[in-house]
T-cell receptor, first 115, second 114 residues
């Protein structure tokens, strides 16, 4: 299966700053990547679909201006949490669709803590 | 709209005993069902999926799941639990009209007691 990495694995920042999270597909090209958010002991909530070469598709209730997504290449998508606040603290996970229709390969996640 | 329910937040089972993690779903069309496992501070790992065919699906690490259309359930099972099976388990579903857009259940924390 695909290998998906995320960087950083853990980040602590001050309220009001912006944080960039990278998601890389290491062994094959991905025109689409997904970004999820997971609160402690809760499920994954799909935030947005990142599309290479075009704008991301955001799920209802997700602020586009707050969670900026850039799919810069076929192997890299970035999620930037702008003007982060403590309520943005969460575990952010990306995934890459596989070659088969229902395959998804998940990154290890990034834990964001906003002080 | 599609949805997934996992009625148990926590399941405790003794090592060596059979385990069941429950999942029920709701979709408008034919369901595509999945089970994922998440170990602490790690990404989700795929266990198994049901698309069509045999209602009993076998997956990784000795897990299996049974699709029951009449009960709209897709319970995860393993005949003999290991301590290393302790993790968070997520059931997920998509319907045939939502390509790649998977909805996850709330998760069930499984603890296997030595």
């Amino acid at each position: 299966g695909a290998v998906v990495s995320q960087h950083p694995s853990r980040v602590i920042c001050k309220s009001g700053t912006s944080v960039k999270i990278e998601c890389r597909s290491l062994d094959f090209q991905a025109t689409t990547m997904f970004w999820y958010r997971q609160f402690p002991k809760q499920s994954l909530m799909l935030m947005a679909t990142s599309n290479e070469g075009s704008k991301a598709t955001y799920e209802q209730g997700v602020e586009k201006d707050k969670f900026l997504i850039n799919h810069a290449s076929l192997t890299l998508s970035t999620l930037t949490v702008t003007s982060a606040h403590p309520e943005d603290s969460s575990f952010y996970i990306c995934s890459v669709p596989g070659l088969e229709l229902d395959e998804q390969f998940f990154g290890p996640g990034t834990r964001l803590t906003v002080l | 709209a599609q949805s997934v329910a996992q009625p148990e937040d926590q399941v405790n089972v003794a090592e060596g005993n059979p385990l069941t993690v429950k999942c029920t779903y709701s979709v408008s069309g034919n369901p595509y069902l999945f089970w994922y496992v998440q170990y602490p501070n790690r990404g989700l790992q795929f266990l198994l999926k049901y698309i069509t065919g045999d209602n009993l699906v076998k997956g990784s690490y000795g897990f299996e799941a049974e699709f029951n259309k009449s009960q709209t359930s897709f319970h995860l099972k393993k005949p003999s639990a290991l301590v290393s099976d302790s993790a968070l388990y997520f059931c997920a579903v998509r319907d045939e009209t939502s390509y790649d857009k998977v909805i996850f259940g709330p998760g069930t924390s499984l603890s296997v007691i030595p």
